[in-house]
């Protein structure tokens, strides 16, 4: 199993932009065998799914956040990362990275779910 750890996560207006990163600890080497999940979950909401990202690089996003975030890995790095741009307040939450499978384009977690990372987009 490969544990995860998030970052980059802060205040940011409306219309702003933040890079989240998911950094692979001591199971590094593993890193590149598993397929990463973006999910976040806002105060009173259960967590949603809002992106994955297979070990060949094909990409999901959910339809509130598609065109405005990106997901992308560097496995030489042992990291995922998560670009948002033209934030709203709607994306305030916390953001958590998990490693887990894609079937069917469908991602399902399998990993240790970390502390995530706080995201507050607020004038």
């Known amino acids: 199993q490969v544990h995860l750890r998030e970052s980059g996560g802060g205040l940011v207006q409306p219309g702003g932009s933040l890079r989240l990163s998911c950094a692979a600890s001591a199971s590094g080497k593993l890193f590149k065998r598993y397929d990463i999940g973006w999910y976040r979950q806002a105060p009173g909401k259960q967590r949603e799914p809002v992106a994955s990202i297979t070990t060949t690089n094909m990409t999901s996003y959910s339809e509130s956040v598609k065109g405005r975030f990106t997901i992308s890995r560097d496995n030489a790095k042992n990291t995922a990362y998560l670009r948002m741009n033209s934030l709203e307040p709607e994306d305030t939450a916390v953001y958590y990275c998990?490693?887990?499978?894609?079937?069917?384009?469908?991602?399902?977690?399998?990993?240790?779910w970390g502390q995530g990372t706080q995201v507050t987009v607020s004038p």
């Open positions: 998990v490693s887990g499978e894609v079937h069917n384009s469908v991602f399902a977690p399998i990993g240790a």
